[in-house]
């Protein structure tokens, strides 16, 4: 299998295509990569190129990851060939459609693919086979997991949830770290702290897999410390607050598709 990773120097784009040859999926000379500027110099044995017209050419998958902004200027067709777009807002028929194929896939993976931890939902057009299933499974599961999904209506939603990556952890953990620091721990101290309990809770929910609502369940009903701080939150609008950003990231994802 030859993949062309439309963007393959992108943050994205980048993280699959070292992280298929770090894992031996690909060779580097199953990769043919298309940047705007010099190459990189990573890859050396990967094709690259300016000419996205080429990369299709010579590529049985095409990846598309490029910024949805970015989008209409690129100039490729694709006829009957499997294509996997990881941009948010672009739709499988607008794909399709410009491509001139009708086996597409949206799929959503996020900044985490950097260390090979993304999750990636992916949903699929009718005309993808079970064999292109497989293809993109493999591109998934080089760079963490995924599900397929049902429809796009899911992909919309889970851009501005899982497609966020670390945005939201690291947001908490900027708040976290503020209040520490507020406190009169060394910033060193607090982050280590923040970003330690942060990458264990990830480490213990994955080992327990159980609703992580059943976790702070058993530390409210324990009525110790870490309720009067969970209830406080809370009540502060914490629930709320999280529904509001999640329901702005929606709304924004839906935008993307009219612009």
């Known amino acids: 299998m030859h993949v062309g990773i439309i963007g393959g120097n992108g943050w994205i784009g980048g993280a699959l295509a ?8 690909l060779g ?3 990769l043919t990569l298309s940047c705007r500027s ?8 990967a094709r690259w190129t300016r000419d996205s017209r080429e990369l299709a050419e010579r590529s049985d998958v095409i990846v598309l990851s490029v910024r949805p902004q970015d989008w209409p200027a690129i100039d490729v067709a694709a006829p009957g060939k499997l294509v996997v777009s ?6 499988l028929a607008d794909i399709a459609g410009r491509l001139g194929t009708g086996r597409v896939v949206r799929a959503l993976p996020n900044a985490a693919a950097e260390v090979g931890r993304s999750y990636t939902p992916w949903t699929a057009a009718a005309e993808v086979t079970e064999a292109d299933r497989a293809a993109v499974r493999l591109l998934v599961e080089a760079i963490g997991s995924g599900d397929e999904v049902g429809s796009e209506a899911e992909i919309d939603y889970m851009t501005g949830l899982s497609g966020t990556g670390p945005a939201y952890p690291a947001l908490l953990a900027t708040a976290l770290i503020a209040d520490a620091v507020a406190h009169g721990l060394p910033p060193a101290v607090a982050r280590r702290a923040v970003v330690e309990m942060l990458i264990g809770t990830g480490r213990l929910l994955e080992a327990k897999d159980e609703d992580p609502a059943e976790t702070v369940k058993a530390f409210v009903d324990y ?10 939150m809370r009540a502060a609008g914490f629930d709320a607050a999280v529904a509001k950003g999640l329901g702005a990231a929606l709304a924004k994802s839906l935008a993307l598709q009219g612009a």
Do not use: F, H
């Open 18 to 25: 070292r992280a298929l040859v770090a894992g031996g999926s």
């Open 28 to 30: 580097e000379a199953d």
């Open 38 to 45: 010099a190459p990189p110099g990573w890859l050396p044995g």
């Open 86 to 91: 990881v941009m948010a807002g672009v739709s």
């Open 223 to 232: 009525r110790g410390v870490t309720a009067e701080g969970i209830e406080a």
